[in-house]
Every structure is written in structure tokens, then in C-alpha cells.
């Protein structure tokens, strides 16, 4: 079966509209396609509902839609009548309360961890696994999204050591939480179509720590535009054995 349950569209910051995204899965021969609009993006929560509904009966017989959220999960977001939740961390809370996107741009990045971590970026490294586990341990979600997303200007502009013991240790602390909460883990490979990077979030040595865990796996190309809806599917899809939401 192909489908994609991380998907984004003019309801946020995607570049297609919800139908082209639907044409396009269709055309590509999914059997699913799940949305999941960033939940602190979308204007009108009903209005995107109602979009995705009309669509979900407009191409019935020929795919399957769902209406997911991606959920902003240190906002709060209460999960409603949503198909499914992907719980996400995009921003960081820093000890002294400053909260910034650290995955919007490179220089976000730079400028939170130098204002709010005195440019100790280890101990914001820290603090985003902190954060990750407290999602995963208290969030109403049922996928886990990108959970290595500090990843993702690492190889283009490198900030740390994937190898290093520290760094290895927060990977298997975090595997741990991962499995006792059940939850599904997405192999996202939205990094590979923008460009950032040649590998899915979660890395191959943080996979295989979930996987020798137990932790289930859902395939997701965390797509922004039409033609990027199942990028790198070939090189991820016998990568693990993927369960679906649908
Ligand atoms: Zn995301
Ligand atoms: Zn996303």
C-alpha cells in the first residue's frame, strides 16, 4: 500500500492547494494520503475540515483522505475530531523561558542558541531531547514527528558530533521513552526534498536503537508541494516494516 499521512498545502506553508495534492497522490498511485497541517499555522481549522472532507468524497473509489494535524504540541493543541495527530517540536523553551524556532532557518538557529543558551549549543541539544521525551511521554499524539529534527542543518552548516558518546546517549534515553509510550515513529524524508540533507529523520543508528525496541514505524515524506509526495520512498520503503494509519 502507498501512502503519506505528513502532508502540507496552502491551509499552511505548503505550495500546492489540498486538491492538488489529492491529483497528485492519485496520479503517483497512493491508496491513502493523509493532511497534516501545521495546527498553529492554519487560519480557519473549520474551513480546512470541510476542505479536506469535500475532497475525501469528491475522489471516493479512487483514494483514501484523511484530515490529520501536525500538532505544535508545547502550544497545547487539544486533538478534536482530527483523524490522527502528529506531535512536533519546532520550538524550544530555553531555561530562562525564551522560546524560538530552531528548524525555520539556519540563522534562528544560531541567534536562539547564542541569546537563550549563551552559545552552548550541547546544552540546547540537551534541552531539545528533554523536550522530545516530554512530548512523547505526555502528548495526546499518535505519531511522533521528524524526532531528530536538530539534524537538520547539521550537514550543511555542522553545529555537532552524531558520534560523539553524548550525543549517542540522549538517542538511546530517548528510545527508551519512545517504546514504553507506544507511539509510532515517522521516517521522514521531507530533509531529502528540501534539500538539507541526504538522509530521513530519525537518523539509521537512532532507527535501529527504535526498532531493536519495538517501536513501529509509519513512511512520511512531510511534503510541502505536488511532486514531493513520495520522495525518496524507494530508497526508505524496505527500510523497515511500516505499519499505516489508515
Ligand atoms: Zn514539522
Ligand atoms: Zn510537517
Not at 505544535?72 to 524556532?101: C, L, M, N, Q
Request: net charge negative; glycine share 8%.
Amino acid at each position: 500500500m502507498i501512502s503519506n499521512f505528513h502532508t502540507h498545502t496552502t491551509f499552511c506553508d505548503g505550495a500546492g492547494t489540498a486538491e492538488q495534492m489529492v491529483v497528485s497522490a492519485i496520479e503517483k498511485g497512493f491508496d491513502v494520503l493523509g493532511f497534516s497541517s501545521h495546527s498553529d499555522m492554519v487560519k480557519d481549522l473549520d474551513a480546512y475540515k470541510a476542505e479536506i472532507r469535500r475532497l475525501a468524497a469528491k475522489y471516493e473509489g479512487k483514494i483514501r483522505i484523511l484530515c490529520g494535524i501536525e500538532a505544535e504540541y508545547d502550544t497545547g493543541f487539544k486533538r478534536g475530531d482530527f483523524d490522527y495527530v502528529i506531535g512536533s517540536t519546532h520550538y524550544i523553551t530555553a531555561p530562562d523561558g525564551g522560546r524560538f524556532a530552531f528548524d525555520a532557518t539556519h540563522d534562528g538557529l544560531l541567534n536562539g542558541v547564542r541569546d537563550h543558551f549563551g552559545g552552548d549549543f550541547v546544552a540546547f541539544l540537551h534541552a531539545y531531547f528533554a523536550q522530545e521525551r516530554e512530548m512523547v511521554e505526555k502528548y495526546d499524539c499518535d505519531v511522533i514527528g521528524h524526532l531528530d529534527l536538530v539534524r537538520k542543518f547539521n550537514t550543511k552548516f555542522p553545529y555537532f558530533d552524531e558520534s560523539a558518546d553524548w550525543y549517542r546517549e540522549e538517542l538511546v534515553k530517548t528510545a527508551d521513552v519512545v517504546a514504553a509510550s507506544g507511539r509510532l515513529v515517522e521516517v521522514n524524508t521531507g530533509a531529502i526534498s528540501r534539500g538539507w540533507m541526504d538522509d530521513a529523520y530519525p537518523s539509521a543508528e537512532f532507527r535501529a536503537l527504535l526498532r531493536e525496541r519495538g517501536v513501529k514505524f509509519i513512511l512520511s515524506s512531510d511534503s510541502h508541494a505536488p511532486d514531493t509526495l513520495d520522495c525518496a520512498f524507494d530508497r526508505f520503503s524496505a527500510a523497515e516494516s511500516y505499519v499505516t494509519l489508515a
